[in-house]
């Protein structure tokens, strides 16, 4: 792997305005400074409003119609099953399988990926073996939520990546998909089948987001695509994953069940919101990422936790409404 020792430098705001008013500069790195000025200016025009609001209304209808309607629990665990065993796997598939991951250019970032993911595991484990808080977490609630501190969202990502840096954003994004989803998924699944006493091994050849991410990467590393007749189908297959997750994780959400596991949650969403962000700063520093590769770096260490965190705990046997709860929150 190489390391570049370059700093990245952000230009403050004479030279952005020296920048506007010349856009052809003819100084060696000018150019490169000026797109970079355009990208920085361009990610402060994201409308976090217009990017998060889909989800939480989504959270909150699912949450109306199980209280208010027919629509009761007996209704939503059925739609959980659908998510869990064939929506999500499909949207995790076609996310990974539709941009090329070039391994080999994007080597640092991938490096920089895996080390923020193994952080962000390592800190969301320690958590019941620390001895200022291993009494004040239950662990079997620790099992099913540690998910929380190191699992992503991958659609706000994408979306995310797009409005910073176009294209390129959502080609980085898609490596980093391709190549941390299934470390993720495989430690969100290990704490949850160790506790309950079944076979890690076994729970994670069946597990079906696992054989979704896998099947993704060595799919997309075979050089093989989706045929362009069956994209639209996956795309609203993927769409209605992300739709029915969001409001399955409402119709579970009970926040005062967070109060029983007030400890956990603050300690998991510190980790997902603030000690990973600093982890993946320090992570593009080390690796010598780009502007641009370290921008995509920090946005996907910072954007709210998976929503189908919920359905996998509830899926393997676990109280799922603290896990809804952090989602919301998150």
């Known amino acids: 792997m190489c390391f570049r020792k370059e700093s990245i430098r952000f230009p403050d705001r004479r030279e952005r305005r020296r920048a506007d008013a010349d856009s052809t500069p003819v100084r060696p790195g000018g150019a490169t400074r000026y797109r970079v000025d355009l990208e920085i200016e361009y990610s402060r025009r994201v409308n976090f409003f217009q990017l998060l609001f889909p989800d939480f209304s989504l959270i909150f209808l699912g949450f109306l119609l199980c209280r208010y309607t027919a629509l009761d629990r007996g209704v939503w ?3 959980e099953s659908l998510v869990y065993y064939f929506l999500f796997p499909v949207l995790l598939f076609h996310s990974i399988v539709k941009s090329p991951l070039n391994l080999g250019a994007a080597s640092n970032l991938i490096g920089a990926g895996l080390a923020l993911a193994a952080c962000g595991i390592t800190l969301s484990y320690l958590l ?64 949850m089948a160790r506790h309950a006493g079944m076979n890690v091994l076994q729970e994670m050849r069946k597990n079906p987001f696992i054989l979704a991410t896998v099947g993704g990467v ?77 921008m995509v770096l920090l946005a996907f260490s910072a954007v709210p936790t998976s929503p189908s965190a919920y359905v996998l705990a509830t899926r393997m046997g676990y109280d799922g409404a603290p896990v809804a709860a952090m989602v919301t929150l998150s």
């Open 128 to 191: 019941p073996h620390l001895p200022w808080l291993k009494n004040h977490i239950n662990r079997r609630d620790h099992a099913a939520a540690a998910q929380i501190g190191f699992r992503f969202n991958a659609l706000i990502t994408l979306a995310l990546a797009e409005r910073i840096a176009g294209p390129e954003g959502v080609a980085l994004v898609a490596i980093l998909i391709g190549t941390c989803v299934p470390v993720l998924n495989v430690a969100a699944v290990y704490p």
């Open 218 to 294: 060595l799919f997309n590393l075979s050089g093989f695509s989706i045929p362009e007749w069956l994209v639209p189908t996956v795309t609203r297959v993927g769409a209605a994953s992300l739709a029915l997750g969001l409001m399955a994780a409402g119709a579970g959400l009970q926040l005062a069940a967070l109060a029983q596991v007030k400890t956990l949650g603050i300690s998991l969403l510190t980790i997902r919101h603030f000690l990973t962000p600093l982890a993946a700063f320090a992570l593009a520093r080390l690796f010598a990422l780009n502007p641009v590769q370290t």
């Open 77 to 79: 665990e059925k739609v």
